[in-house]
């Protein structure tokens, strides 16, 4: 099933999929793209030797009727953000240590496929409104994060395959999108060349974003990522392939950033979570791929692993207008099409587990806010639904907001932020084009954003601010006061910056719900910045349009925006662009030199990257006075595998450390942004002699567990139902009914040797990839989590690092069954019910009595289920490293993008 392409001058070795489905019976034809991608890769992987089984491939054949089969495989490369992937290049470093402790050889630890390392989530909006704004919160950026940067220094020579893009090169999805994805890869192996299909896992949840130019990847914790580049098949189960069939036209006024909020607010309520979602139907062809990039990027926000356009005429115009050599244009063409893997306007509509439609032509303006990218809103509910939520309680989703106190300029509902940032939208030329029309017409009408309004430009890529300077519209932006600030995340991940400080002063000393809008993907409590409550996310244009008006609470289809010098209102429709004035300016951005021209110059900050001295050699040495780069201690702590009949009996007994509802995020159980003086982390920091100036994120001290330990559920918007009424990291130590820090009760409970269980309801651990969510819980010493449903990502990362997701009975969860929290757990069959599916009974014993019931461990694959016996990825990893059977790269100069 091994057939050779003719291409050019070379031949070709590829796992011929039509002749894998003819063997078995099946026509090709008939199988979701996503599902072809996975076929190839057991098909190719099964020919290089790899232990990939005969009865994979038949489940993956068969795949509807084997939902949730273990699949072996293997990644082409993985890309990760600084703020996962120094943390995964530290566990290697101890993991090196470990090794090497242990009389082991070294050099078994390194990466084994290629690797991508993107700086880009440690930029502060630390300056802004001025000229020089970029180039200040740079300088800032290094001095900040010296430390962490030379250690990614020593990584880069440390580990081969490694590339570490410094910081101003942009964000990571967008850089992978515009430069790094090869989408169809060559390899050398001893047989000859070989092309096959791109596939990349990253270290963060938004890598779908590379979905819109073919290429099938999506994202993971970095404690996955750590084992997959360290060469070990990659476990993932046969999904549910759900087919979603767009159809109609993105009317105007409506952008696509508009119709990615109704997507996802429609794959929401359809449940694709945990689902391969793949986009088909009339209107896919007429998308470009910025487009597309903008709806698959927002696949963590419906819930899916990946949102897959397949290979076609879209993704080779954009490989060539993004500067793509013409031979690897031209290679993505000929594999895809010999192979199967490109799509024609005239395709057979594969056979999906279930078909969503969505019309297009439905779509209108719209937000979603105030905390969930999925809770979309037209413009002309905003203002209504904002009022409603003010006086309501906190439980109902409102803000139990009193009436302002005193006097002064600013009110309920005032903004106190605007970002134009994000990968999610920055990709995308025609809402960045359409952000810097509407400030072109409100510069000529003499308009200004109110002063209180913090603005910010923060673009994915330098190619953005070169077309909007070529088509004249940077300088309307920058005298909007959205004057460029960097090139990263920022906001978005949270690294808002501090407000105006009028602004801050006003909303703590009145009790102001303030709101912020953003051209993010994500808004939930907490995130963006800890003064303001409400977070909307929409649009670039939107954004501008709202720091105009300078509050939330406008209906921007009927009321003035803003009043020009002359006294004349201004409305939406006078600064709204025309698709005519969009399209004249799409030239200038579409242009394959302004992609040639940044990718082949330097980043911003590759000057200050190159004068930062870092160590040399295969061992990092240690700073033991350092607060920043602590060596990890899950390597130290690895031992022998104690078992699930270890971990039955240490949950005996267990309490509950914390309580919560639905849609716990990562952020609430991790924070990434500034790091409070009166947290148990700021309180750690002081004590060391840290002054709060210097404090940094939880982000930047990723690199300290001592740190994340005490950040976890420590989020300043986290409700922990054990105490209602409260928000922040705060508990309940039982059985005394101690009010205290959720870290000093871990610590307590650890010190008694009582193990503990997190009670949750639906979609524990939505949003970011964020392992720490899963290393800090372990740390607590949290053996189980206990909830009604999980995202995906969070529970694969719990399970690698030997927590324990169970899940209720359907139709059942902690409230329904009369659970406080106060009770202790107990449970009978859990070895049983981890390996073989059965259900787990628990006994909770409280002050009023017994309460029985069932659970289903959330350990889907054979490999979890041995990972659970090991205890973690961690002490599997180092048994495998000190076993090697090969220590040969998976890769070489060929299958480097």
Request: hydrophobic share 45%; aromatic share 6%; glycine share 10%.
């Amino acid at each position: 099933m091994i057939r050779t392409l003719s291409f050019r001058s070379a031949t070709l070795h590829i796992a011929d999929l039509a002749a894998v489905a003819q063997a078995a019976g099946k026509r090709l034809v008939d199988y979701p793209y996503v599902v072809r991608v996975l076929l190839e890769n057991l098909a190719r992987n099964r020919a290089w030797g790899r232990p990939v089984a005969e009865g994979d491939l038949r489940a993956l054949l068969d795949w509807q009727d084997h939902i949730g089969a273990d699949l072996p495989l293997h990644v082409a490369r993985v890309i990760l953000p600084d703020s996962s992937g120094l943390p995964a290049l530290q566990d290697l470093a101890a993991l090196r240590d470990a090794v090497a402790a242990r009389g082991g050889d070294v050099s078994t630890v390194d990466a084994r496929v290629p690797v991508d390392l993107i700086v880009d989530h440690s930029l502060q909006v630390d300056h802004w409104g001025g000229s020089d704004a970029a180039e200040r919160n740079l300088a800032r950026e290094f001095q900040r994060n010296a430390e962490r940067y030379r250690f990614l220094k020593w990584a880069q020579q440390a580990y081969a395959g490694l590339r570490v893009f410094p910081p101003g090169t942009g964000i990571i999805h967008q850089v992978n999108l515009e430069h790094i994805a090869p989408v169809v890869c060559r390899a050398e192996r001893p047989d000859g060349t070989w092309a096959h299909p791109d596939f990349v896992i990253g270290g963060d949840s938004h890598t779908p974003m590379v979905n819109a130019l073919g290429v099938l990847g999506w994202g993971v914790g970095g404690i996955d990522a750590e084992a997959a580049l360290l060469g070990q098949a990659y476990t993932f189960p046969v999904p549910r392939v759900v087919g979603v069939r767009l159809h109609g036209r993105i009317p105007p006024p409506a952008l696509t950033t508009d119709a990615a909020l109704l997507i996802t607010e429609t794959l929401r309520r359809a449940g694709v979570t945990a689902c391969a979602v793949e986009f088909f139907g009339p209107a896919v062809a007429g998308l470009t791929v910025p487009e597309r990039a903008t709806i698959a990027n927002m696949a963590p926000e419906y819930g899916a692993t990946c949102g897959y356009f397949p290979i076609d005429d879209q993704t080779l115009s954009y490989l060539r207008a993004t500067g793509r050599p013409e031979e690897q244009v031209a290679l993505v063409e000929a594999y895809a099409r010999a192979n199967h893997l490109f799509r024609d306007a005239d395709a057979a509509v594969p056979a999906y587990s279930q078909v969503v439609e969505i019309d297009l032509d439905t779509v209108l303006p719209a937000m979603a806010g105030p905390r969930r990218p999925q809770d979309r809103l037209p413009l002309s509910r905003i203002a209504e639904d904002f009022r409603a939520r003010l006086p309501r309680a906190l439980a109902d989703g409102g803000f139990a907001a009193a009436p302002a106190s005193g006097a002064g300029t600013m009110d309920h509902g005032s903004l106190a932020l605007a970002a134009i940032t994000s990968c999610t939208n920055t990709s995308n030329p025609v809402v960045m084009l359409a952000a810097g029309i509407v400030a072109r017409k409100a510069v000529a009408r003499g308009l200004q954003p109110p002063a209180w309004v913090k603005r910010s430009l923060a673009p994915g890529s330098r190619t953005v601010t070169r077309y909007l300077e070529e088509a004249g519209l940077l300088a309307p932006l920058a005298a909007l006061g959205f004057h460029l600030i960097g090139y990263g995340c920022t906001t978005c991940g949270g690294k808002s910056g501090p407000l105006v400080p009028e602004a801050a002063r006003e909303i703590e000393q009145r009790g102001l719900v303030a709101a912020a809008v953003l051209s993010g993907n994500r808004n939930f409590e907490g995130r963006i910045h800890k003064l303001i409550r409400a977070n909307y996310i929409g649009a670039p244009p939107l954004v501008v349009l709202y720091a105009l008006a300078g509050r939330i609470d406008v209906d921007l289809t009927r009321d003035p925006i803003a009043t020009d010098p002359a006294g004349v209102p201004v409305y939406l429709r006078d600064l709204w662009p025309t698709p005519e004035e969009i399209a004249q300016a799409m030239p200038v951005a579409t242009r394959r030199e302004i992609f040639v021209d940044t990718y082949e110059a330097r980043a911003a900050g590759g000057s200050l990257w190159d004068t930062l001295e870092a160590p040399t050699g295969p061992l990092f040495p240690w700073d033991r006075q350092s607060h920043y780069l602590v060596e990890p201690p899950f390597f130290r702590q690895a031992g022998a595998a104690k078992g699930l009949d270890q971990l039955e009996r240490e949950l005996q007994g267990a309490r509950v450390l914390a309580a919560f509802g639905d849609s716990l995020t990562t952020d609430h159980i991790s924070p990434g942004g500034e790091i409070p003086a009166d947290t148990p982390a700021g309180r750690y920091l002081t004590q060391a002699g840290v002054a709060p100036a210097d404090f940094n994120t939880y982000v930047a001290r990723r690199g300290n567990h001592e740190i994340m330990a005490r950040a976890t559920f420590a989020n300043i918007r986290i409700k922990n139902l054990l105490v209602p009424g409260t928000e922040g990291g705060v508990t309940i130590h039982f059985p005394g009914h101690t009010p205290c820090t959720i870290f000093d009760a871990a610590r307590a409970y650890r010190q008694d040797g009582i193990a503990t269980l997190i009670l949750a309801g639906k979609e524990y651990g939505t949003g970011s990839s964020r392992d720490w969510a899963a290393k800090g819980s372990a740390l607590l010493g949290v053996k189980a989590v206990l909830a009604e449903s999980f995202e995906r990502i969070h529970r694969a990362n719990l399970v690698g690092m030997g927590v324990l997701p169970l899940s209720f009975l359907p139709g059942q969860g902690w409230r329904q069954l009369g659970l406080t929290g106060a009770e202790s757990f107990s449970f009978q069959g859990l070895a049983r019910g981890v390996m073989d599916g059965t259900p787990i009974t628990v006994e909770a014993v409280g002050p009023d009595g017994i309460i029985r019931f069932q659970a289903q461990a959330q350990v889907l694959t054979q490999a979890e289920r041995q990972l659970m016996q090991d205890g973690g990825i961690p002490a599997s990893v180092l048994r495998a490293c000190l076993a090697p059977k090969d220590t040969t790269p998976d890769f070489n100069e060929e299958t480097q993008p």
